[in-house]
T-cell receptor, first 116, second 115 residues
């Protein structure tokens, strides 16, 4: 079973639109961490946010905001007033314990294209 | 300059060649990783080194051979590769490997094409 599901393979928006990237995860752990990474065309993944399972408070950082809901096992990412520079592939990831050691599992990513 | 530097950026090699990918981190981190990114697939963890010791090997074929001479450098030696090994190979580092709650810092990757 897929641990991290990013159902949206590709999203295309026009600049200044708001866009939400969905992430649904599956885990049996009570303690886990969730991440979002951005991969621009240059290739390197850039860390955006880390959230632990005990902190359901939503977070806002500039135009970025994250909505963590344990009840629905979701950790969605919203970009407000999108810009062309936001075009990238965005990955959601889950850190959990498997076989006695922690594993980081990535989703397949959502490719976001922001058109001028 | 990114904290994690990978060379080369692009590599084309035949199936009988031997080549190496290099990764260097300037962040003072203790753990380094190799990931494989193929089209339409999630990132696949290949190897993990913590304090220069390999702590994880995710059933990677022996044609991929990692080497970590010190905490700042990581290599991936390649030999007798197959066309399906063509992918983006990403190096990453983190402060420690005790838990994946330490964010990963990635390099730009090496785009490998096996002909």
């Amino acid at each position: 079973a897929q641990k991290v599901t990013q159902a949206q393979t590709e999203i295309s928006v026009v600049e200044k639109e708001d866009v939400t990237l969905d992430c649904v995860y599956e885990t049996r752990d009570t303690t886990y961490y969730l991440f979002w990474y951005k991969q621009p065309p240059s290739g390197e993944l850039v860390f955006l946010i880390r959230r632990n399972s005990f902190d359901e408070q939503n977070e806002i950082s500039g135009r970025y905001s994250w909505n963590f809901q344990k009840s629905t096992s979701s950790f969605n990412f919203t970009i407000t007033a999108s810009q062309v520079v936001d075009s990238a592939v965005y990955f959601c990831a889950l850190s959990e314990v498997q076989g006695g050691s922690e594993k980081l599992v990535f989703g397949k990513g959502t490719k976001l294209t922001v058109n001028p | 300059e990114t904290g994690v530097t990978q060379t080369p950026r692009h590599l084309v090699m035949g199936m009988t060649n031997k080549k190496s990918l290099k990764c260097e981190q300037h962040l003072g981190h203790n753990a380094m990783y190799w990931y494989k990114q193929s089209a339409k697939k999630p990132l696949e963890l290949m190897f993990v080194y913590s304090l220069e010791e390999r702590v994880e090997n995710n059933s990677v074929p022996s044609r991929f051979s990692p080497e970590c001479p010190n905490s700042s450098h990581l290599f991936l030696h390649l030999h007798t590769l197959q066309p399906e090994d063509s992918a983006l190979y990403l190096c990453a580092s983190s402060q420690d490997q005790q838990g994946y709650n330490s964010p990963l810092h990635f390099g730009n990757g090496t785009r490998l094409t096996v002909t």
